[in-house]
C-alpha cells in the first residue's frame, strides 16, 4: 500500500498537507483526445535523438529516479505519487502519428519510442497505443528506436519484426542493476532486470537488434557494470550506453525521501556520491552535462564501462539510424486498397 506522497508543486499557488495519515495513492485513468501533433521534438545535447512519441503522460513503473517527474506538474498534479497513478493515455496516438507522417514536411527521421513514459506501461496491454503507433511506422517504412523496461514488449514480435524487415529498428532495454534489493527499492513496480533480460533475449532471437542501456547510473547503487554488461551480450545485445542519473526540480527531495526509506543504511553514501559526481550538487541543469557526471569517481565509472564494452564487443556496429540510408515512404492510394 502506498500512500500519497507529493513534493510542492512550484507553479500552484498553495500546497495541500496532510493532518493524520495521508489517503491510499489509487490509480487513475484519464483519456486525451487533444488533436496537437504526437512527435515531440528536441533540441538537446544531451540526448542522442532528434524526435520522440509518448502515448501516455505518467508512468506506472514508479521509478523514484525519474527525470520526467516534473512534466506532471505543469497539468497541476504532483511529481511524486500523482506521476505512477494519474496516468494519461493519448487514445488518439495512432492516428495523429498518421496525420504527422502524411505531412510533407516529414523527412523520416527516426522516431523514439519513449522519452518522458515507458512506451510499454501495464495499460498498454488494453490501450495498445504503442502498437498502433508501431503499425503506422511499418506501413510508412519509418525508422523507430523504442527504449523500455517492460516484457510487454514481446507481445509486438510480429509488428516489430516486420518494422525490422522495411526499415530501421533498434530497442534498447535499461537496466541499471541486477540486484533485486535495488531495483525494487527505486523502480518499485517496474519488471525485474531478470524479466528485461529475458525479454531482450527473445527479440534478439527474433532478429531484432537490441542493446542495453544502463542507465541512470546511480553512484553508489549501480555497482555490477561489468555483470549488466555481460548478461546483456548473453541475451544477444551488441549496443550499450552509459547515462548519469538526473534528478531536476521536485525530483531530488523525492528520490532522497524514498531512498531514507527503502534502503535507510545505503542512504548517506549514495547521496554522497552523487554529490562528488555534481561537483558538491545534487543535480546539473546545464545543457550538454544533464546525463554526465565529473570527477574521479565518475570518470573511475566511464572507464569501467569502456574497457568491459571493449572486451565483450559492443559498439563496434553504426548504432543509430542513417539518414543517408532512408527508407521512409508514404503509402501509396493503391497500396492502401490492398492493404
Same mark, same amino acid.
Given at each position: 500500500?502506498?500512500?500519497?506522497?507529493?513534493?510542492?508543486?512550484?507553479? @500552484?499557488?498553495?500546497?495541500?498537507?496532510?493532518?493524520?495519515?495521508?489517503?491510499?495513492?489509487?490509480?487513475?485513468? /484519464?483519456?486525451?483526445?487533444?488533436?496537437?501533433?504526437?512527435?515531440?521534438?528536441?533540441?538537446?545535447?544531451?540526448?542522442?535523438?532528434?524526435?520522440?512519441?509518448?502515448?501516455?503522460?505518467?508512468?506506472?513503473?514508479?521509478?523514484?529516479?525519474?527525470?520526467?517527474?516534473?512534466?506532471?506538474?505543469?497539468?497541476?498534479?504532483? %511529481?511524486?505519487?500523482?506521476?505512477?497513478?494519474?496516468?494519461?493515455?493519448?487514445?488518439?496516438?495512432?492516428?495523429?502519428?498518421?496525420?504527422?507522417?502524411?505531412?510533407?514536411?516529414?523527412?523520416?527521421?527516426?522516431?523514439?519510442?519513449?522519452?518522458?513514459?515507458?512506451?510499454?506501461?501495464?495499460?498498454?496491454?488494453?490501450?495498445?497505443?504503442?502498437?498502433?503507433?508501431?503499425?503506422?511506422?511499418?506501413?510508412?517504412?519509418?525508422?523507430?528506436?523504442?527504449?523500455?523496461?517492460?516484457?510487454?514488449?514481446? !507481445?509486438?514480435?510480429?509488428?516489430?519484426?516486420?518494422?525490422?524487415?522495411?526499415?530501421?529498428?533498434?530497442?534498447?532495454?535499461?537496466?541499471?542493476? *541486477?540486484?533485486?534489493?535495488?531495483?525494487?527499492?527505486?523502480?518499485?513496480?517496474?519488471?525485474?532486470?531478470?524479466?528485461?533480460?529475458?525479454?531482450?533475449?527473445?527479440?534478439?532471437?527474433?532478429?531484432?537488434?537490441?542493446?542495453?542501456?544502463?542507465?541512470?547510473?546511480?553512484?553508489? @547503487? *549501480?555497482?555490477? +557494470?561489468?555483470?549488466?554488461?555481460?548478461?546483456?551480450?548473453?541475451?544477444?545485445?551488441?549496443?550499450?550506453?552509459?547515462?548519469?542519473?538526473?534528478?531536476?526540480?521536485?525530483?531530488?527531495?523525492?528520490?532522497?525521501?524514498?531512498?531514507?526509506?527503502?534502503?535507510? *543504511?545505503?542512504?548517506? !553514501? +549514495?547521496?554522497?556520491?552523487?554529490?562528488?559526481?555534481?561537483?558538491?550538487?545534487?543535480?546539473?541543469?546545464?545543457?550538454?552535462?544533464?546525463?554526465?557526471?565529473?570527477?574521479?569517481?565518475?570518470?573511475?565509472?566511464?572507464? @569501467? /564501462?569502456?574497457?568491459?564494452?571493449?572486451? @565483450?564487443?559492443?559498439?563496434?556496429? !553504426?548504432?543509430?539510424?542513417?539518414?543517408?540510408?532512408?527508407?521512409? !515512404?508514404?503509402?501509396?492510394?493503391? %497500396?492502401?486498397?490492398?492493404?
Amino acid at each position: 500500500m502506498r500512500y500519497i506522497e507529493n513534493p510542492p508543486n512550484p507553479w @500552484l499557488t498553495h500546497s495541500v498537507e496532510w493532518l493524520g495519515e495521508p489517503p491510499e495513492s489509487k490509480l487513475e485513468v /484519464f483519456e486525451e483526445t487533444a488533436t496537437r501533433s504526437i512527435i515531440s521534438t528536441n533540441n538537446s545535447p544531451d540526448v542522442s535523438f532528434d524526435h520522440s512519441v509518448n502515448c501516455y503522460r505518467g508512468c506506472i513503473h514508479g521509478c523514484t529516479y525519474c527525470f520526467s517527474r516534473p512534466t506532471h506538474e505543469y497539468l497541476g498534479y504532483g %511529481a511524486g505519487t500523482d506521476f505512477d497513478r494519474k496516468i494519461i493515455a493519448k487514445i488518439h496516438a495512432p492516428a495523429l502519428l498518421r496525420k504527422e507522417l502524411m505531412k510533407p514536411s516529414w523527412k523520416g527521421d527516426e522516431i523514439v519510442f519513449s522519452f518522458t513514459s515507458d512506451p510499454y506501461i501495464p495499460l498498454e496491454a488494453n490501450y495498445k497505443l504503442t502498437r498502433g503507433c508501431l503499425e503506422v511506422c511499418a506501413e510508412f517504412q519509418q525508422p523507430v528506436g523504442i527504449i523500455t523496461k517492460s516484457a510487454l514488449i514481446r !507481445r509486438d514480435l510480429d509488428v516489430l519484426k516486420e518494422l525490422a524487415r522495411v526499415a530501421h529498428l533498434s530497442v534498447f532495454f535499461t537496466i541499471p542493476f *541486477t540486484d533485486r534489493e535495488a531495483a525494487r527499492a527505486v523502480e518499485p513496480f517496474a519488471p525485474l532486470p531478470d524479466a528485461r533480460f529475458h525479454a531482450m533475449a527473445d527479440l534478439a532471437a527474433a532478429g531484432i537488434k537490441v542493446g542495453i542501456g544502463i542507465a541512470p547510473v546511480i553512484p553508489g @547503487l *549501480t555497482t555490477d +557494470i561489468p555483470e549488466l554488461l555481460k548478461r546483456a551480450k548473453q541475451a544477444g545485445a551488441n549496443q550499450a550506453f552509459i547515462n548519469m542519473l538526473r534528478l531536476p526540480g521536485s525530483v531530488a527531495p523525492y528520490f532522497e525521501q524514498r531512498l531514507r526509506e527503502l534502503l535507510p *543504511t545505503k542512504a548517506d !553514501r +549514495i547521496l554522497n556520491r552523487i554529490r562528488e559526481a555534481r561537483e558538491g550538487k545534487m543535480n546539473s541543469s546545464v545543457f550538454g552535462e544533464r546525463m554526465k557526471g565529473k570527477g574521479q569517481y565518475w570518470e573511475a565509472i566511464e572507464r @569501467l /564501462f569502456r574497457i568491459h564494452c571493449e572486451r @565483450l564487443g559492443f559498439n563496434k556496429a !553504426r548504432p543509430r539510424h542513417d539518414a543517408s540510408r532512408n527508407t521512409f !515512404r508514404r503509402p501509396s492510394a493503391q %497500396a492502401s486498397l490492398f492493404n
